[in-house]
């Protein structure tokens, strides 16, 4: 069964930090990634969808990558700002999606 | 403006109440979704639907039920069967269920009081 998990958990940053959110899942047999953003109370937003055959995906300031072998994804945040701050959670897609808990991200002014 | 419109907002269950939760897309896709959110855990699948007229559970479906009588609309039912349903409800679509970009309501609150 899939296992999705996201680290860190928490992450406070000052504005303007260049910063890496982390995705982990445990079935490599996946069709694609997807980012999303949660504020709070709110629904989730779709960020950036990586196929199983691309290796990274941009939109802006966020780009994300894919590992398939290694069971990992990454979102790469450039240049952060405070509207950046929300919950960042990522869903593996196998046969449905599974989600990770998020990393819940504080940007400082 | 299409998308998705989840209602009501907020809704307060007593003990022994069934409760239904309304999903509403014009996005015009075929699948759609209802998932579970608690506090610091990821989202969880209830029920999904391919197409009109069929629904398949997901990985929490006791103690929840749903219908799919018209493309654009999927009812999630909360039934007294459910022992913990005070969480956050959200709806889902996608264009197909192949893995294609989903997207969500605002999401619902269900307290029981």
């Known amino acids: 069964k899939q296992e999705v998990t996201q680290i860190p958990a928490a992450l406070s940053v000052p504005e303007g930090e260049n910063l890496v959110l982390n995705c982990s899942f445990t079935?490599?047999?996946?069709?694609?990634l997807q980012w999303f953003r949660q504020d709070p109370g709110k629904g989730l937003t779709s960020l950036l969808l990586?196929?199983?055959?691309?290796r990274e995906q941009t939109s802006g300031r966020l780009n994300a990558s894919l590992d398939k072998s290694s069971g990992r994804s990454t979102l790469y945040i450039a240049a952060s700002q405070p509207g950046d701050s929300a919950t960042y959670l990522c869903?593996?897609?196998?046969?449905?999606?599974?989600f990770g808990p998020g990393t819940r991200l504080s940007v400082l002014p | 403006d299409g998308g998705i419109t989840q209602s009501p907002k907020y809704l307060f269950r007593k003990e022994g109440q069934n409760v239904t939760l309304s999903c509403e897309q014009n996005?015009?896709?075929?699948?759609m979704y209802w998932y579970r959110q608690d506090p610091g855990q990821g989202l969880r699948l209830i029920y999904y639907?391919?197409?009109?007229?069929?629904?398949q559970k997901g990985d929490i479906a006791e103690g929840y039920s749903v219908s799919r009588e018209k493309k654009e609309s999927f009812p999630l039912t909360v039934t007294s069967a459910q022992k913990n349903p005070t969480a956050f409800y959200l709806c889902?679509?996608?264009?197909?269920?192949?893995?294609?970009?989903?997207?969500f309501g605002e999401g619902s609150w269900l307290t029981v009081v």
């Open positions: 889902a679509s996608s264009i197909s269920s192949s893995g294609n970009t989903i997207y």
């Open positions: 639907s391919q197409i009109v007229n069929d629904f």
């Open positions: 996005l015009n896709h075929d699948a």
């Open positions: 869903a593996a897609y196998g046969q449905n999606f599974v």
């Open positions: 079935d490599s047999a996946i069709y694609n």
């Open positions: 990586i196929q199983s055959s691309q």
